[in-house]
């Protein structure tokens, strides 16, 4: 079975209504707190951009003490841990730039964070200018593209 990236009905909500609020005009994004089961990426809190967040068309750098808050209440919820990060790309295709890809070999390289692979869920348009989630596993040595499943595991 090949991985999947599963989005909890809570997760989707807070990412489709920053998604709302921003309406294509800047990147936006936030962290992605969650398990990781092996084939399955259970993403259970996603967070929004923070207050200290700066965005421009091309580029989103999160506010990094509000995601360790969130991150630090996620893990006294359900020791969900940061599993990666979600961001859009209001005017390209929901692929990783080379932006995107120089930070996540940055966060696979940190020792101090410990990751194997990092998630990257990406919010673009595709080629008829019409919204898209796309999911991908980053590893050290390839970005991979890997299925979208959105709503609550029964």
Do not use: C, K
């Not at 609020?21 to 923070?50: K, M, S, Y």
């Amino acid at each position: 079975m090949s991985p999947v990236i599963h989005l909890t009905t809570t997760a989707w909500d807070t990412i489709r209504s920053e998604v709302a609020a921003e309406a294509g005009r800047l990147e936006t994004g936030g962290i992605l707190l969650g398990h990781d089961f092996g084939d399955v990426l259970q993403v259970t809190v996603a967070g929004g951009p923070g207050p200290n967040a700066q965005r421009s068309r091309d580029r989103f750098l999160r506010d990094r003490d509000h995601a360790a808050q969130l991150a630090a209440g996620a893990w006294e919820a359900d020791r969900a841990q940061w599993i990666g990060e979600w961001h859009t790309h209001p005017t390209t295709p929901p692929v990783p730039s080379p932006i995107d890809l120089a930070s996540y070999a940055r966060h696979l390289q940190d020792p101090d964070l410990s990751f194997d692979r990092f998630l990257s869920v990406i919010i673009g348009q595709d080629d008829q200018h019409q919204a898209r989630v796309a999911g991908w596993i980053v590893t050290a040595g390839a970005a991979t593209s890997v299925p979208v499943s959105l709503g609550d595991l029964q």
